[in-house]
């Protein structure tokens, strides 16, 4: 049998970040969508409604400074066609294709000319629509990013770039997952004054409707309670969209690219994403609302890049140090 | 669309006789082309043109808004070639490639031509591209010029001359694959019954040509790869388009470290060694320790580690020094030198400006001539005569006087044209043709090559960088035996 060939650090790197931009460009566009659909549900102030989304990109600061106070039309164009917002769609999907283009020869045909043909879309479109277009647009964002990843999983290998693939979506995922919990608990607990009103379950809905997990949560839980909510997106162990669920995924892959067995590391990465696994393995949805799930989700976070900047020094910065002890582990 | 009101113009045409009758081979194309219903044409070369785009078979233009990509325009009407005159030009073609190796692997070792006083000495010395660096060095199987894209043109004579011999790091190849695949894929009808020669094992003979370079001692399944400039580069589609169908690595330099006089790149599992490079780099590029210091694409150390046999490059360093346009003159000579046999193919008479006779002839015809510098390309540093303003004259004539061994001269050659759609309808345009030449065990030539067609009405110049754009060539094979 013959054996896959090595594979260059740069392009390990670039088709990591290919998968982070597509999958974050998605997440965007679900956001947005969601909020779209949320506001002809609720009577509230826009800036009241449209500021959040911008707190769980983490642009709060910027976004500030060249818009001002948030409403639809400014917080629309800000995350979506503002080309200075290195995290809007259209950034994410210039940066997915410029990584994708640098590595064409890597991924598969199919993949290159996928992320090509939206990126394309994309620029043609460029002016703000009308906003009865919007819903269809994000849509049409969101089936792209899919058939992306489809057309990834169906025609690339799944040998050691693809698992680099994998752990760039599986990152991104726990971290948008993670954000917008986070936001979206700190704003809906203190609103005393909707609990137990139909608006409550609207807005716990559309926590959920904005990881695509509101029919999967509904089959498993029932009734809407923030308490199963926040079990269901940190540690539901089959909902591909819960963090538990995303680490295992990286993990796997982590491991399919080294080759240690699982449960065990030789690489500091491998160490890291464990750690971060095994809590998530044996901790207790309990536990961690009576530390506080905000502090929570920011340790997590911090995890998270923890991982990330892990992965990325032991397969693309590689030290010299790292390399004698990879050889010395590995013979 | 029909080709009733086509006119060749007093142009040679590919396509049709001086009389306007169609050439035999063309015959079936052209009735096909005829029984298509009203506008599918049109439809074909527009479902083409979004293929590209979407394909992202894209050129980047130098001095364009950084990162601009344009399509390199294609034109459905393929260009034929007569099977027994594609016969003649591949002969012709391996005797060219053969006694060019030769020259250039004298230069660097017994400089037994010059000594010979066949080619003078200080025209290789001062030839831009000569590089006294590679002197001594013995490339694997002696081969300097590995792929090479010579350019064809046919003149109003009827006859094939070599306009240019593109030794260095030629491109275009991935196009003659791609407009092949996008001619089955718009137009599939004009296929039928054809006898079309395929062209798709190129990636195949390319490999196999760079593997059997392999330096001695590499492992049986040498590990080749391909050395972009990066994605920047005009031609970086072309770059990812071949390593991809090699199936092998696309590498920038700084993926790759020379250690021990050993190339090797850097991997998610530490380093690996690199036995074959084929480079896209130029020479200057290629290693700031050899050539320019400040280039930041190369390699240092590269050439120390090609220099010690211990890594191949294709093509090989200082292959250039051939590619200099006084020194294309002497390729006549050279095959008469070298293999003892009268040239084939023609060379287009050159007049040399640093003969003083020569130049004087020149200066006084620079409105009938094309006059060229003789190291630049595409298209750029030349004045087309017939086409040019006074003032542009002048500036050439000063250019000739401050130095003249940078310039030569030819006769404006009136380049055959092919039918081209503009417009919705047929008009002809000029043309030239570059095949690609393999040269391992031994030398082979594709099918065809890429024929590239000056969109511009009335222009001479192909060059994709100046309004060119492109045709699939078919050669037909005399015998279905010939389609393998």
Sequence with gaps: MRENPPLLSRVADSVYWMARYIERAENVARFIGVNLNLQLDLPMEPAQQWQPLIDTSGDTEEFKKRYGEASQ?????????????????????RAARENARSVREAISSEMWTQVNSMYLEMQAQRRMPDPGQLPEIFRAIRLGCHLFQGITDATMSHSEPWHFVRMGRKLERADKTSRILDVKYFILLPSARVVGTPYDDIHWSAVLKSVSGFGMYRKKHGRISPRDIVDFLLMDRDFPRSIRFCIHCADESLHAITGSPMGSFVYPSEQVMGLLRAELDFTSVDRILSGGLHEYLDSLQEKLNTVDNSVLDDFVTRREVDEATVAQTQS | MRFDSYQTQG?????????????????????????????QLLQCQRAAERLLLQMGITFNVYGDSAGAERIFPFDLIPRIVRNDEWTWIERGLKQRIHALNEFIDDIYHDQKILKDKIIPAEVIHSAAFYRPQCTGINPPRRIWCHITGTDLVRHSDGLIYVLEDNLRVPSGVSYVLENRDLMKRTFPQVFEGSRVRPVDDYPSNLLEMLESIAPRGAADKPTVVLLTPGMYNSAYFEHSFLAQQMGIQLVEGRDLEVQDDAVWMRTTKGLRRVDVIYRRIDDDFLDPLAFREDSLLGVPGLVGAYRAG???????????????????????????????????LLNVPTFLCWRAEDRQHVLANLDKLVVKSANEAGGYGMLVGPHSTAAEREEFAAKIAANPRNYIAQPTLALSRVPTVVDGQFEGRHVDLRPYILYGKEINVLPGGLTRVALRKGSLVVNSSQGGGSKDTWVLAASSGDMG
């Design chain 2, 310 to 344: 211990r890594v191949a490059l294709a093509n090989a360093p200082g292959n250039g020094v051939a590619d200099d346009k006084v020194v294309y003159a002497y390729v006549p000579d050279m095959i008469r030198y070298y293999e003892g046999e009268e040239p084939i």
């Design chain 2, 11 to 39: 142009f040679r045409d590919e396509m049709f006789d001086d009389a306007g009758v169609v050439r035999p081979e063309a015959r079936l194309l052209l009735d096909t082309i005829e029984s298509l219903e009203e506008g």
């Design chain 1, 73 to 93: 039309a400014k917080v629309v164009e800000f995350l979506t066609y503002d080309a200075a917002n290195a995290n809007s769609i259209a950034s994410c999907l």
